[in-house]
């Protein structure tokens, strides 16, 4: 069964540091990663989705690696800014399904 | 604007009392899902659907039901619901089958059932 975990569950930062979201998965058979920014009551929204096949994608401040003989991924966030403040999880498919198992969640404050 | 559209936002509701919380996307998606959000468990796929007529069940789909009549809707029903089932809802669609494009979500239905 695969089991995903994000460390740490909470992080503080001052505002103009550079985040890092880690996601680890036991089974490392997946078919892609889905990064995903919640804001409180609201629904998930995609940031990155890389394939299996892939090292790493970027999106404008977001840049997101995947190892996947080791079962990590990594979220990076370049210069934060308080409107990053946000629970970010992470989220994979089995390689045989479409079972979405998902991370239990990093909630970011960027502090002024 | 694409988007998945849930309705309700907010449902109150008592033990036994049969519901169906909507769920439709306007973007010709072909896999749709829904999840439930609680505090300390994360969120929990329920059922998926790959396309029309065809669903199955997700790690917890005990006391739900649903169907996938036209592309576009979702409806996720509650047929007896009991309190276990208060949680935080949300519907998602992608474009495949295969997870191959990144979901969308809707804004979510917060049902209480007393």
């Known amino acids: 069964k695969q089991e995903v975990t994000q460390i740490p569950a909470a992080l503080s930062v001052p505002e103009g540091e550079n985040l890092v979201l880690n996601c680890s998965f036991t089974d490392s058979a997946i078919y892609n990663l889905q990064w995903f920014r919640q804001d409180p009551g609201k629904g998930l929204t995609s940031l990155l989705l890389?394939?299996?096949?892939?090292r790493e994608q970027t999106s404008g401040r977001l840049n997101a690696s995947l190892d996947k003989s080791s079962g990590r991924s990594t979220l990076y966030i370049a210069a934060s800014q308080p409107g990053d403040s946000a629970t970010y999880l992470c989220a994979v498919p089995k390689a045989a399904g479409n079972k979405l198992t998902f991370g239990g969640g990093t909630r970011v404050l960027v502090k002024p | 604007e694409a988007q998945v559209t849930q309705n309700p936002r907010y449902l109150i509701t008592v033990t036994g009392k049969k519901l169906t919380v909507t769920c439709s996307q306007n973007?010709?998606?072909?896999?749709m899902s829904w999840y439930r959000q609680d505090p300390g468990l994360g969120l929990r796929q329920i059922y998926y659907s790959m396309n029309v007529e065809v669903t199955d069940k997700g790690d917890v789909p005990e006391g739900y039901k649903v169907s996938r009549k036209e592309k576009r809707n979702f409806p996720l029903i509650l047929e007896s619901p009991s309190p276990n089932q208060t949680s935080l809802y949300f519907c998602?669609?992608?474009?495949?089958?295969?997870?191959?494009?990144?979901?969308?979500f809707g804004n979510g239905t917060r049902l209480t059932v007393t």
């Open positions: 973007m010709n998606h072909e896999y």
């Open positions: 890389i394939q299996s096949s892939q």
């Open positions: 998602a669609s992608s474009l495949d089958s295969f997870n191959n494009s990144p979901l969308h």
